[in-house]
Structures are given as C-alpha cells and as structure tokens.
C-alpha cells in the first residue's frame, strides 16, 4: 500500500493558463475527493467520485474547474484560464466508505502569478 | 455561520497536560464526526472518528460526541510537544465531509 499519489507537488502558472493535477488513491479505494486548502483555513470540499461516477460538486465551484476519474482508479482535477485567486493547496483523498474516514496525498500547491 | 465552528486559537498547554479541543456543527444531518491533524506544511491525517454519542477512547486521545448539543470534542492526555500541529474537526453526511478551519496547539516543554 503506497498510500495517495499525487502529482505534481509543485506548480507555477501565468494567469489565463490551463493546469491539470493527477491523483492516484489508494488501489482498493472507491472513494476519491478533492479539496482546496488555502493558508489559515480548513479543507474546502470540491468535488468526490464513488468509482467513476462524479457524485456532488461544490456549488462554489465555478465552471472552469473539472475532474473527472475514468476507469474509476486515478482521478484528474483540470483549472482552466487561472486567476490568482485559485493559488492553493489542492488536496487528493480517498475512502473505503465505512465511516468515511479520508487518506490524503501530500497535495499539489499551485501558485498563479 | 460556517457548517463546523472551531475555536481558531491558538491553545497552549504545558508538556503532560490535558489538551482540550472543540468543535460545533450545524447539520443535524451528520452522520460520522472526524478529528484530523495537520502539521505545518503537511496534509491532515486522521487521528479518529466517533458516530455515536459518547466518549471513544484511543490511547492518549478520547473523542466526545452530543448530538443533541451539535458538540464534538477532543481530549489529548499527557501532552507531548510533538502533539503541536492544528487539529482539524469534521463532519461528515451523505459521504461528503465538512472541515472546520482548525485549532493550533501548541504543546510547550
């Protein structure tokens, strides 16, 4: 078990640029979740999937933000035409269910200039 | 009002102290409560969960859950320096958790 993967841990993007993080959960996970953690604040929920199904999306979330997790095994999180105000930790986790309990990846920061 | 409301601290105890931690929450819906901690730098980690009302112990941790109350609390014994981190509340309902914004303690030698 190598727990989530995520990738990249680090991007740097001009405004008005596409960017696109990859996550891998854990292998016998159905569960996959996005969140968005800026400094000071807790997780903010985005969107999860239960295998490939996209499930709930954040109300907050604005139309140039999609996942998508085909095959239901890695998921993908795309930000299209960045603004600055999308820097931030972008946060992979995934579940088994049960209890709902979360296992996150070390998080992809992303930093727009 | 935010669904969970933490205190933002930040809380210091002295080394072997009780540390205690607090959360509200809105939805009476909820169904699992989570307790997270994140060091700096790092994504949160679980530490435990609690889904009936009561006290669940774990080592030196102990979860509290009133769910008529909205109240979920964490109770650190015998503090450690290394227990210095933000502690992250959650609530989770229809399979999607909620976060609080977290209180850092800070557990002083």
């Known amino acids: 078990d190598t727990g989530v993967s995520q990738d990249p841990r680090h991007k740097i993007t001009k405004r008005g640029q596409n960017v696109t993080f990859r996550c891998d959960p854990i292998s016998e996970h159905n569960r996959l979740y996005w969140y968005r953690q800026t400094l000071g604040q807790g997780p903010e929920f985005l969107t999860y999937?239960?295998?490939?199904?996209?499930?709930?999306k954040s109300r907050l979330l604005s139309d140039r933000f999609s996942a998508e997790r085909p095959k239901g095994s890695f998921s993908t999180l795309e930000i299209q035409r960045t603004e600055q105000g999308d820097s931030a930790m972008y946060l992979c986790a995934s579940s088994s269910g049960g209890a709902g309990e979360l296992f996150f990846g070390e998080g992809s920061r992303l930093t727009v200039l | 009002q935010k669904e969970v409301e933490q205190n933002s601290g930040p809380l210091s105890v002295p080394e072997g102290a009780i540390a205690s931690l607090n959360c509200t929450y809105s939805d009476r819906g909820s169904q699992s409560f989570f307790w997270y901690r994140q060091y700096s730098g790092k994504s949160p980690e679980l530490i435990m969960f609690i889904y009936s009302n009561g006290d669940k112990e774990d080592g030196r941790f102990t979860a509290q859950l009133n769910k008529a109350s909205q109240y979920v609390s964490l109770l650190i014994r015998d503090s450690q320096p290394s227990d210095s981190a933000t502690y992250l509340c959650a609530v989770m309902n229809a399979g999607k958790s909620t976060f609080g914004d977290g209180t850092t303690l800070t557990v002083k030698p």
């Open positions: 999937f239960q295998n490939e199904a996209q499930l709930e």
